[in-house]
């Protein structure tokens, strides 16, 4: 009980935190602890660290992610992870963690960002804590208004670990090589579908947009052996469906485990030879103890091609391996360097908030009644020039589109569901058609887009200043240029 009153009491602690923060016009926090006007880096370390978080079998915590699942988990099919990665430039540390679990509640933001800041020295500015959207797992305390006190308890579990996980990466750092690159993966498709009966609503729609980038950042030893892999990828982890009470890591959990099982080089598990030369496992690259953190894009509206029903998990490793072979061919084509500069800095953004009346969903008229402003958490991490330009809530891709148009760098991630819960982040247009995403989603039109994208794209500005702005110069030029043709 003292765990349950305790976490109550600090829940409550940082909702009056949350409040006090919100009269406030612009928000950054840290600032003093890590100035952007430190020396510009020097040699990167790194180190990473996974922690199992599989709850025990028979505890049957509720499960989130689908309101028709009224009963606890009743088995484990495959065992979910918080994985972690260190990096440190000598004067900065930043930490990437990554949940297998629907998302990270505000309230649980607040208590592991301060417990990570205090017991690991790593302040939240230089945080990235992000879910991967795991829908076949338990639900953290909080989630969706989630009050179960054996939830309460588990969320604990997965902050320790969470704190475990940072300390253990960060007494492994090591002098490294970091690089990205970008390959493509047809696993996602845009699921706002329009019918006559429903209007729109979730379903299959090849085409609505979608971003069919897969994103990895390499972190590598000196010799060349990978320490860590960061994955990111534009869909939800929901293979499996409301049927399903099994705990598994889902798509995400499959793709972390095939790019891991894959660097350990066992001959059993080995690419065939005819699987292509960028898939064939190099000895220098095996390892043991590989960390391939999967994160999720804006992926507010999309699924995988294919949803499985009941308990048949068939579809998710082999999507999950689609995704982890891509990851591997891209990981492999990436060149490194040893120089690290880590920046980090967040802002709380403020958007007018509004929802549905209550009745049935979908229907096919709407109204909308007053609600509570939603507050959104940006961050941005920076090593060298890559961003890792984090939102706390399921971005709607073409959010995604127009910051890779605005930004004034080259080289983004965007890791969504980190840092808090904000519910789904539709684009402006998006909100024309009532789909599941704008139906449940906390926010009025016509902020959030703008708050996004404008947030982050200061945030890389205050980073790099005018250098930012060549860069971007620099790459119109370059794109404008593919257009056109080459000049004569
Ligand atoms: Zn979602």
């Not at 795991?134 to 320790?160: C, I, L, R, W």
């Not at 493509?184 to 006559?196: D, L």
């Not at 999720?296 to 689609?322: C, E, H, W, Y």
């Not at 110069?473 to 404008?480: D, E, I, L, M, V």
Request: hydrophobic share 40%; glycine share 10%; proline share 5%.
């Amino acid at each position: 009980m003292s765990i349950l009153s305790s976490r109550a009491s600090s829940i409550r602690a940082s909702f009056l935190l949350n409040m006090a923060l919100l009269f406030a016009p612009s928000l950054f926090f840290g600032a003093e602890l890590q100035p952007a006007q430190a020396a510009e880096g020097g040699a990167l370390q790194a180190g990473a660290a996974k922690i199992d978080i599989t709850p025990a079998s028979d505890a049957a915590l509720p499960m989130s992610g689908y309101a028709s699942r009224k009963e606890g988990f009743q088995g484990i099919h495959d065992h979910i992870y918080a994985r972690a990665v260190v990096l440190s430039d000598g004067a900065r540390t930043a930490a990437i963690v990554a949940w297998e679990l629907i998302g990270v509640p505000d309230g649980v933001w607040e208590t592991v960002s301060q417990r990570v800041a205090k017991e690991t020295g790593i302040p939240a500015e230089y945080l990235v804590l992000a879910a991967v959207h795991d829908h076949s797992a338990p639900a953290p305390f909080g989630m969706y208004g989630n009050d179960s006190p054996k939830s309460a308890v588990y969320t604990k579990q997965v902050e320790d670990a969470t704190v475990e996980a940072i300390r253990k990466a960060k007494q492994s750092l090591q002098p490294a090589k970091i690089g990205t690159g970008t390959g493509k993966a047809y696993v996602n498709v845009n699921r706002r579908e329009y019918s006559s009966e429903d209007g729109w609503w979730l379903g299959y729609n090849d085409k609505g947009p979608s971003d069919k980038t897969l994103a990895v950042i390499r972190f590598d030893a000196l010799a060349g052996k990978p320490i860590a892999l960061l994955i990111n990828y534009a869909v939800h982890a929901v293979v499996m469906g409301g049927e399903n009470y099994q705990v598994s890591g889902d798509l995400a959990g499959a793709t972390s485990r095939y790019v891991e099982n894959y660097y350990r080089g066992s001959p059993e598990d080995a690419p065939r030879s005819d699987a292509g030369r960028a898939l064939q496992v190099r000895p220098e690259e095996t390892s043991e103890n590989v960390v391939a953190l999967w994160t999720s894009g804006a992926a507010g509206d999309q699924n995988p091609v294919s949803l499985a029903r009941g308990s048949d998990f068939s579809m998710v490793d082999t999507l999950g391996k689609i995704l982890g072979e891509e990851a591997v061919r891209v990981a492999g084509a990436i060149h490194t360097t040893e120089h690290g500069h880590i920046w980090g800095k967040q802002q709380l953004v403020t958007c007018p908030g509004r929802k549905v009346e209550p009745g049935p969903l979908p229907r096919k008229e709407y109204k909308w009644e007053e609600s509570d402003a939603v507050h959104i958490r940006l961050g941005l991490l920076t090593i060298n020039d890559i961003a890792l330009a984090g939102v706390s809530g399921e971005v709607l891709t073409m959010i995604q589109e127009r910051l890779k148009k605005e930004s004034p760098l080259n080289r983004i991630v965007m890791v969504t569901h980190a840092n808090g819960s904000s519910g789904y982040l539709p684009d402006d247009a998006a909100f024309g058609q009532v789909s599941y995403e704008i139906a449940t989603s906390r926010l009025k039109p016509g902020c959030a887009e703008s708050a996004i994208v404008n947030g982050l794209v200061n945030l890389m500005k205050e980073r790099f200043g005018e250098k930012a702005e060549g860069r971007r110069q620099k790459r119109t030029r370059q794109s404008a240029e593919g257009v056109c043709g080459k000049k004569s």
